[in-house]
């Protein structure tokens, strides 16, 4: 079994700042890909931005605000978020494409963890 767990979401005011972070663990010979995606209410959930093998793709709402990092060793992804608009209220849920110790392949989300931009 590969579990995902999040952390880090909260309350903030427009123009606000956090930062997410997502921990994997379990049955993990590599991981391909991580990244983060969110689910505003009555919306699809849509990717927000993804790192795999250290290149980075950003969904255009997000770009010049948010910053994906990664630490392979520790199986780890974090988002930075910056200058936060009411429009980034959403949950977010981690995903990670990972390769399991007999070689086969799955992709894995977290429990999401809720982000909210208001004044």
């Known amino acids: 079994q590969v579990q995902l767990v999040e952390s880090g979401g909260g309350l903030v005011q427009p123009g606000g700042s956090l930062k997410l972070s997502c921990a994997a663990s379990g049955n993990i010979r590599a991981i391909n890909a991580m990244g983060w995606y969110r689910q505003a209410p009555g919306g699809e959930r849509e990717l927000v931005a993804t790192?795999?093998?250290?290149?980075?793709d950003y969904a255009d709402s997000v770009k010049g605000r948010f910053t994906i990092s990664r630490d392979n060793a520790k199986n780890t992804v974090s988002l930075q978020m910056n200058s936060l608009k009411p429009e980034d209220t959403a949950v977010y849920y981690c995903?990670?494409?990972?390769?399991?110790?007999?070689?086969?392949?799955?992709?894995?989300w977290g429990q999401g963890t809720q982000v909210t931009v208001s004044s």
């Open positions: 995903k990670a494409n990972v390769v399991r110790r007999s070689l086969a392949t799955n992709d894995y």
């Open positions: 790192n795999s093998g250290g290149l980075t």
